[in-house]
């Protein structure tokens, strides 16, 4: 999954059962992990880490590697990753905030 973000705080809900890395440029703003992922997250770099046992997963690079991986951008805010299941309830995904931005601005422009 790739995703990138100019303005605004963006949740990132991962299942329970992903194994594999997250890399994340974030601009003006910080990166936080929930309490529970943080137990099995590796940081790697000051902007990428693995999430589940490096070493049985077989992760070498990220050139090489043939699984999920989570890539995100941000210009500006905060990125908090957390397992799906304590996403809180009232947020909303990724894909479901730029839909609401696409129509904000298409109204904007009067194509809505």
């Given at each position: 999954?790739?995703?990138?973000?100019?303005?605004?705080d963006v949740v990132i809900g991962l299942p329970r059962d992903y194994v594999g890395p997250?890399?994340?440029?974030?601009g003006w703003g910080?990166?936080?992990?929930?309490?529970?992922?943080?137990?099995?997250?590796?940081?790697?770099?000051?902007?990428?880490?693995?999430?589940?046992?490096?070493?049985d997963s077989g992760f070498v690079n990220y050139r090489t590697w043939p699984?999920?991986?989570?890539?995100?951008?941000?210009?500006?805010?905060?990125?908090?990753?957390?397992?799906?299941?304590?996403?809180?309830?009232?947020s909303s995904s990724f894909e479901q905030r730029v839909e609401g931005a696409v129509k904000t601005a298409l109204g904007w422009l009067g194509l809505r």
């Open positions: 999954m790739s995703a990138s973000t100019k303005y605004g997250l890399k994340y440029k974030i910080k990166t936080t992990f929930s309490p529970s992922l943080n137990t099995n997250v590796v940081q790697i770099t000051g902007e990428s880490a693995f999430v589940g046992d490096i070493g699984k999920d991986e989570v890539n995100i951008e941000a210009s500006y805010g905060n990125v908090s990753f957390v397992y799906v299941d304590e996403m809180p309830a009232n």
